[in-house]
């Protein structure tokens, strides 16, 4: 029972562009979403994060949007760069100081000059 | 600048073998993580710790086994590996003051069972 989808398993941008990450939940527990970006061969990288008391989070190219109400949230770069081209990983934690992170399956990203 | 080390980073080792994956952090976290990542696939919890003696399995069963001895390093244990141990395997640390506080990863430990 994944309780974290990314639906999409890659997406292809080019430079310049907007790039849009995906990623629904079905726990209505989870106060607290973040971003990992992962290049091959590495552990994955925090990047952003939002709590459920927000709906939008932005830290420079990134911004993170929360729509509660649909159980879903997203991940904005703009502008796309080819160094931004690695798997991003969306998490999710429940409202418990020692609750831990689930996890989705990544959706990979690839953007080209 | 990794702040959290695992070695080896690569290792193929034949079934029956034990193995013991090293983790250890040098930023006094007192939360530590282990995580199972196959290509293509979320990453699964196997255990966790809140500080020194303290170990707990996660979401994923496992037949591994860790100890938390000190605060900085947090050992992965297999008795006796199997192909389908053969996964990567990711240490992280976070702080246990901050409910907020993001994981830190190392870069993993690639492990192949032949």
């Known amino acids: 029972d994944q309780q974290v989808k990314q639906n999409s398993p890659s997406l292809s941008v080019q430079e310049g562009r907007i790039s849009i990450l995906n990623c629904d939940y079905t726990n209505s527990m989870f106060d607290y979403f973040l971003w990992y970006k992962k290049y091959p061969a590495e552990g994955p990288t925090f990047l952003i994060s939002?709590?459920?008391?927000?709906d939008k989070n932005e830290d420079g190219r990134f911004t993170v949007f929360l729509n509660k109400s649909a159980k879903h949230l997203s991940l904005h770069i703009v502008p796309s760069q080819p160094g931004d081209s690695a798997v991003y990983f969306c998490?999710?934690?429940?409202?418990?100081?020692?609750?831990?992170?689930?996890f989705g399956k990544g959706t990979m990203l690839l953007v080209s000059p | 600048e990794a702040d959290i080390y695992q070695t080896p980073r690569y290792l193929v080792i034949g079934t029956g073998k034990k193995i013991t994956l090293e983790c250890s952090q040098t930023m006094g976290h007192d939360k530590m993580y282990w995580y199972q990542q196959d290509p293509g696939m979320e990453l699964h919890l196997i255990h966790y710790s809140y500080g020194v003696n303290s170990t707990e399995k996660g979401d994923l069963s496992s037949e591994s086994t860790v100890s938390r001895i000190r605060t900085e390093h947090f050992p992965l244990t297999l008795e006796s590996a199997r192909p389908s141990h053969t996964s990567q395997y990711l240490c992280a640390s976070s702080e246990l003051s901050s409910y907020n506080s993001p994981l830190h990863f190392g870069n993993g430990t690639r492990l192949t069972v032949t």
């Open positions: 939002i709590s459920s008391i927000k």
């Open positions: 998490a999710a934690r429940a409202d418990s100081g020692y609750s831990t992170l689930t």
